[in-house]
């Protein structure tokens, strides 16, 4: 049977703790209340919990000062919801530069708040799944910025291809993060251990193209005076990643294609 998951809900008001903590102990959820920002970070550490609903206005310790308390302390695993009465634009944008992974603005309604919840604990757990756990100092899904549902789909993606041997083909508008999906796809991959190798395509004409691809021989043309490795031998037991590949010409193209299959 799965363990049931474990919410913190901070907030000084007796009557939203109150009414939070019986909604979602009968969604199945455990919970854990807690009355001042103070106490937030010792019932972290003592409970291990899955998810904090946090009032952004406390007294004693904000629920913005709570968030730079748990990322001096490295409590980086545990996804927090701010909840406001203010919602301005600035408020939330602060909230999440400081750590929070959403918001939601007084008076919400419980269900919207319940997909909410939702919607984060799917992310932290696709996160677990993928978290890189090499030398790689973090994980290139935290380079990857958004959380509307074109995004969540994006990371769900991400996290279920990364795991196969299948050719992907990454596509999007020039500067919407392309490479970066490529690095997680890499980096979250049973390749990780591997090189990641990028060919930048546009930038390279098709004789050179062909030769950083498949490598050749010393003497095959007038400047190759030794043997060197294609990318596709360097990139063995791990990721090549052809950018801008709708730029080869349609002869390097039809190579590829050879190699692919």
């Known amino acids: 049977m799965e363990q049931r998951k474990l919410i913190v809900v901070a907030d000084d008001d007796?009557?939203?703790?109150?009414?939070?903590?019986?909604?979602?102990?009968?969604?199945?959820?455990?919970?854990?209340e807690v009355k001042a920002g103070r106490d937030v970070v010792a019932v972290v550490n003592r409970h291990s919990p899955d998810l904090i609903i946090m009032d952004i206005r406390m007294p004693g310790m904000t629920g913005l000062e709570v968030l730079?308390?748990?990322?001096?302390?490295?409590?980086?695993?545990?996804?927090?919801?701010m909840m406001t009465a203010y919602g301005s634009s600035n408020v939330a944008i602060e909230a999440i530069q400081r750590g929070a992974y959403d918001y939601v603005t007084k008076p919400f309604e419980l269900d919207d708040l319940l997909m909410t919840v939702?919607?984060?604990?799917?992310?932290r757990e696709l996160a677990r799944r993928v978290r890189v756990v090499d030398e790689t100092p973090r994980d290139p899904l935290?380079?990857?910025?958004?959380?509307?549902?074109?995004?969540?789909?994006?990371?769900k993606t991400i996290g279920r291809v990364a795991r196969t041997d299948a050719t992907i083909l990454v596509t999007g508008e020039s500067g919407t993060g392309k490479e970066l999906v490529a690095q997680a796809l890499h980096f979250n991959s049973n390749r990780r251990t591997g090189p990641l190798v990028k060919v930048p395509c546009a930038s390279l004409t098709e004789t050179l193209l062909e030769s950083e691809l498949f490598g050749h021989e010393a003497g095959s043309f007038t400047s190759a005076?030794?043997?060197?490795?294609?990318?596709?031998?360097?990139?063995?037991?791990?990721?090549?990643f052809l950018d801008e590949i709708g730029e080869m010409s349609p002869n390097t193209q039809k190579k590829l294609l050879r190699v692919l299959q």
């Open 14 to 32: 007796q009557s939203i703790r109150s009414l939070l903590q019986s909604f979602f102990e009968s969604e199945g959820y455990q919970t854990v």
């Open 118 to 123: 939702k919607r984060t604990l799917d992310h």
């Open 225 to 240: 005076v030794k043997t060197r490795k294609g990318r596709f031998e360097t990139a063995d037991k791990g990721t090549i």
């Open 68 to 81: 730079d308390q748990m990322k001096r302390l490295h409590i980086e695993d545990v996804p927090v919801l």
């Open 142 to 155: 935290d380079n990857i910025i958004g959380n509307t549902p074109i995004m969540q789909h994006v990371y």
